[in-house]
């Protein structure tokens, strides 16, 4: 049987439109015009796993095939970044770390029905580093300990990356940024990599989601904390609107979204109040009464 090799199936501009569109109306992915080359090349693999014969035939496929569901998940992989690794990008973890969470304790014990609850997500969590990094910061803080209830969630939409995050096995790409200190006090070493201690993986939980689908975030509300990072520059305005809506309605008055040091809300939506720190910015959904600045 005839099956198309790397190098000669083209993606025709017509073909790219439409799984450009389709992807992004699926996963809030947005490829650029110029981003052709890149499709194409994400995606060839997948015509000759189903021995199909171009991108118009893989585009029905995806939309009609008996098994699309499946292949939707066998796609995202490809699709989607997940370069991640622990304590990414310090400076907004040492606000996290410094700030928001003696806030939030501050404020919820102060509170005329005091809540000894903590909600964290991790938005696009990938393998599972952020999610287990937050975690880590929230037991080294020894802020939440007796009688608290503490839940880090994260969401991503890659089911392959959710296992190996479930999995808690890591390895030295994952280390890049971690001290020997950090590494020894949460991990046990097993084999030529760590895996999480069960104090941390406790207080994590992975989810399928689709941070476009807020059905996704169903049974999460109220969230204190939502990190999202290096996830929307790959998103359309759009699309972003749209995701940063669901995230205001998940988190509570007061609560906090961390986006990537590359991402802005500026030009997308005035919903929160950007608060500035030293290499960080970090947004706040208003307290009732309060005036965004």
Not at 35 to 57: I, P, T, W
Not at 124 to 152: K, P
Not at 230 to 241: A, R
Request: hydrophobic letters at 40%; glycine letters at 8%; charged letters at 25%.
């Amino acid at each position: 049987m005839y099956h198309p090799s790397d190098h000669d199936v083209d993606l025709s501009e017509e073909e790219f439109r439409l799984l450009r569109d389709f992807i992004h109306e699926r996963f809030g992915l947005y490829f650029e015009d110029g981003q052709r080359a890149s499709l194409r090349s994400r995606l060839v693999g997948r015509l000759a796993s189903l021995d199909l014969m171009s991108f118009e035939d893989y585009y029905h496929y995806l939309r009609f095939g008996p098994q699309r569901a499946e292949e939707l998940e066998r796609m995202v992989s490809h699709l989607t970044n997940n370069e991640t690794y622990f304590f990414r990008e310090m400076p907004q973890l040492q606000v996290f770390a410094d700030h928001v969470l003696r806030s939030l304790k501050e404020r919820k014990l102060t509170e005329a029905s005091p809540r000894r609850t903590l909600r964290v997500l991790s938005a696009g969590c990938s393998t599972g580093e952020e999610a287990h990094t937050l975690a880590m910061i929230v037991y080294d803080s020894g802020q939440f300990f007796w009688n608290w209830d503490v839940q880090v969630v994260g969401v991503d939409v890659d089911h392959l990356a959710l296992e190996k995050g479930r999995r808690g096995l890591y390895f030295h790409n994952s280390f890049r940024s971690l001290s020997p200190a950090l590494l020894g006090r949460h991990f046990v070493r097993q084999g030529s990599g760590g895996t999480v201690k069960e104090a941390i993986r406790r207080m994590v939980s992975l989810r399928h989601g689709n941070l476009v689908d807020p059905a996704s975030f169903d049974g999460l509300a109220p969230v204190d904390v939502v990190f999202c990072r290096n996830v929307l520059i790959y998103f359309s305005d759009v699309m972003i609107l749209k995701v940063v809506r669901s995230f205001y309605d998940l988190l509570a008055p007061g609560g906090y979204l961390f986006l990537g040091h590359a991402e802005s809300l500026s030009r997308i939506t005035d919903l929160f109040t950007a608060i500035r720190f030293q290499g960080a910015i970090v947004y706040q959904k208003p307290l009732p009464g309060a005036e965004r600045r």
